[in-house]
């Protein structure tokens, strides 16, 4: 959709779109992408409360975002899908504060997704530190845009390959478990002697993390075939296939191999291991390194639309609306999004999980309000899917992420809090940067 008014300069019949089948695997994989980074939770908020956290947590962020997604998605299947629902109902300040909040949090963790790729490879090379481990990590980053230039397509083909080759061992350290089965998965349900904050702000913002992004795909709407119709049913589907991702891998890995005291990143690997012997562990490890790989790929996608899109509407150069002339994609805004995550690539992402939260929370409460305000200002907008159980539904999908991110948000950690605060400041200091600098269009 052209929102400028301004013809389009590559033909829509140039951009190939994705289906059901591979628009299904580009949002796992962006979701979700494996069990892998939850471990943490498991030594911070114990093993009871982690199980519960990742059955409950889904009933209050990603299936009402997931809700409110679908019903916007058919109402408005626009590229860059949130920002420009936030800005047709809050207007144009809302609106880019939506999108670059998004783009500005997805530097937080692409260079981060690239050093935990590079990491795991230490497994197989130990020898690859300093500038060498640097420059794999650029590496990845490059070849990654390269398929994202692509487009679509090909990122769903490559992200279709990368979540089966990850779901094999996954699946079979899952089965093996079952017949070693040892522990009490849900004992202790808290840490002895934890510090409160610990079990309730760090466990619960790894659970928002892990259950954030069900509408980043509406950015790329576009480039999907019947958006309408497809983006509610990849949703239905993968949100149930996330919470199976999460909760079984881990009630298996408690239950089978326990030593819940030494859960931390990768100890998935460490399970299977003790569940299958050698073979399945350096196994776990490989799929673990490609979920990296599948996680970046993904996340190169959803975010580099943003300022494509906030270009298109005047927010930023107008250069950043170059599309490939043979892919149709804005190749220009995705070398800039690879450029900025490659500086970034010393980063690990432990340290930024925290305050790319409170992007990601702020980014998610505009979107499930314009559900809201979209019903009150536009009711004549066609909606092929509507948030089921009328007034009831709606409070419910706007209602129960806004308590959970208040929650969550006043249980961060000082660490989380300055840099939460600093980086949703920077955003309308640089609205009114560029709201002076960039001629918007006519």
Known sequence: ???????????????????????????????????????????????????????????????????????????????????????????DFWGFLAGWWNWSASFLLGGAYAVLFTDYLLYYFPGLTGWKHYLVSVALIAVVTWINVRGIQVVGQVATALEIFIFIPVATMIVMAVMHWHHHPFHPWIPPRQPT?????????????????????????????????????????????????????????????????????????????????????????????????????????????????????????????????????????????????ALLAWQSLTQLISVYNWLRVA????????????RQTRPDLARAFVIPGGRSGLLYVVAAPMIMAAVALLGSDRFAAVGGVIAIAIGPVVYLLFRRTVSKPI
């Not at 980014?363 to 314009?370: D, P």
């Open 1 to 91: 959709m052209n929102t400028t008014g301004k013809p389009e300069t590559i033909k829509a019949s140039f951009l190939r779109k994705a289906g059901l089948f591979y628009l299904v695997f580009v949002m796992f994989s962006y979701t979700t992408g494996g069990p892998f980074g939850l471990e943490d939770m498991v030594t911070t908020s114990g093993p009871g409360m982690t199980l519960i956290y990742l059955l409950v947590l889904p009933f209050f962020w990603c299936i009402p975002v997931s809700l409110v997604s679908a019903e916007l998605t058919t109402a408005m299947p626009v590229e860059g899908g949130f920002y420009r629902w936030t800005r047709a109902a809050f207007g």
């Open 197 to 341: 904050f610990r079990i309730f702000g760090v466990g619960l913002a790894l659970g928002l993390w892990l259950y954030s992004g069900y509408e980043q795909l509406s950015s790329v709407a576009e480039e999907v075939e019947n958006p309408q119709r497809t983006y509610p049913r990849a949703l239905a589907l993968v949100v149930p296939l996330s919470i199976a991702a999460y909760f079984l891998p881990t009630l298996a890995g408690l239950g089978s191999a326990g030593n819940w005291q030494d859960w931390h990143t990768g100890f998935f690997s460490d399970a299977a291991k003790i569940i299958g012997g050698q073979w399945l562990g350096t196994w776990m490890v490989l799929a673990a390194t490609v979920c990296n790989i599948a996680l970046l790929n993904s996340t190169m996608l959803t975010a580099t639309r943003m300022p494509f899109v906030m270009a298109e509407d005047g927010y930023l150069p107008k250069t950043l609306t170059r599309r490939h002339p043979s892919y149709g994609t804005p190749w220009l805004a995705i070398v800039l999004s690879a450029a900025i995550y």
């Open 363 to 374: 980014t998610t409460v505009l979107t499930v309000l314009s559900a809201w305000r979209l």
